[in-house]
């Protein structure tokens, strides 16, 4: 799955050269709903009493993000939260996570933006997991057509562990997701409603959380959005 979202993504931001973007000051408000499936890592003994990583999978939860973006000509800004969630994992334990984007961006070509930012994340239920770095990114859009287009966007970061964290060390964060939009027109003061619908997938990859043994924390899922621009 992660190598076609992949594939799918680059084909949508090659495609995307060929779209047009007003140049005015806009902002953006709306809610996107994520059909969270999140496997996360933990610790366990073996039969020898070694510590040792095992995956522990939690149940599917729809989260609902709040986003918020900020347009002028060539340059945009964004900030996207994922709130403090409560998540039902294997074996009954209840484990809480969030995470806070921020990023800026250019359009290099019409349709097609340079991203840098930053990203933090907290997990905590046997131990406080939590993380923070930089990201960078690229994302398109490709129009269709009667307000039809395809997006995709593309992310890389490089995390450390913060003060706060239990445990130390190192990750490396990947981000795709690629989906079809529906923009409609509305008035003058809401300029349009646009209606998104896509897949994405969030993988962060610890190094060495214990001696020679890495840690992985994946998200995936459908996500649907409904985004207001002013």
Excluded: C
Excluded at 61 to 78: A, E, I, N
Excluded at 104 to 119: H, R
Excluded at 193 to 212: E, N
């Amino acid at each position: 799955m992660m190598k076609k979202t992949v594939l799918a993504a680059a084909v949508l931001l090659a495609s995307g050269l060929t779209h047009a973007q007003s140049s005015g000051p806009s902002v953006s408000v709306g809610l996107r709903a994520w059909q969270a499936q999140w496997d996360t890592f933990s610790y366990t003994l073996d039969q020898n009493g070694d510590s040792v990583v095992i995956q522990v999978p939690a149940k599917d939860k729809l989260v609902l993000l709040p986003v918020l973006s900020v347009r002028w000509g060539d340059f945009t800004g964004s900030l996207s939260l994922y709130p403090s969630t409560e998540h039902e994992m294997l074996g009954g334990r209840r484990d809480k996570r969030e995470e806070f984007d921020i990023n800026l961006g250019y359009s290099v070509t019409p349709g097609v933006a340079l991203t840098l930012g930053y990203k933090k994340v907290e997990q905590r239920g046997s131990l406080l997991y939590a993380l923070d770095g930089p990201v960078a990114g690229i994302s398109g859009t490709a129009p269709l057509g009667q307000g039809w287009s395809l997006y995709g966007s593309l992310g890389m970061g490089w995390m450390k562990s913060t003060g706060s964290s239990d445990v130390k060390f190192d990750a490396d964060y990947r981000l795709s997701e690629v989906g079809a939009a529906y923009t409609i027109p509305a008035g003058t003061f809401i300029k349009a409603v646009t209606l998104t619908a896509g897949y994405r997938t969030q993988v962060l990859t610890s190094k060495d959380a214990l001696p020679s043994q890495d840690g992985r924390d994946l998200t995936q899922g459908f996500t649907f959005g409904a985004i207001a621009t002013f």
